[in-house]
């Protein structure tokens, strides 16, 4: 008997990775600060990346006021890799968390 891998699109990575940081006390949105029309520009919130089966992940969020950032950023970073592993099965490489505004 064979062993059938899964394979997964990077836009269920993404969605996945999305889900998992909304969660997280102290994340007001995933996207980025400043103007709305800076999105235009700057792209998607989300960026993964796949190589040799291994998954990085980039992230740009705003977090609630009051929060410690560094708390946030670990805390995301937590539950980024919990969804990429155990959710999704495959070897996460890294995460980097971007902060990208406070508040509204």
């Not at 997964?8 to 993404?14: P, Y």
């Amino acid at each position: 008997m064979t062993d059938r891998g899964l394979a997964v699109d990077r836009g269920v990575i993404d969605e996945t990775v999305r889900a998992a940081v909304i969660e997280v006390p102290g994340v007001l949105r995933v996207g980025r600060g400043g103007p709305a029309w800076r999105t235009w520009f700057a792209g998607s919130p989300v960026r993964t990346r796949v190589v040799d089966g291994r998954v990085s992940v980039r992230i740009w969020l705003v977090a609630r006021p009051g929060q410690s950032l560094p708390e946030v950023s670990s805390k995301v970073r937590s539950a980024v890799a919990a969804s990429v592993e155990r959710l999704l099965g495959l070897e996460l490489e890294s995460v980097t968390v971007v902060v990208d505004g406070v508040g509204g």
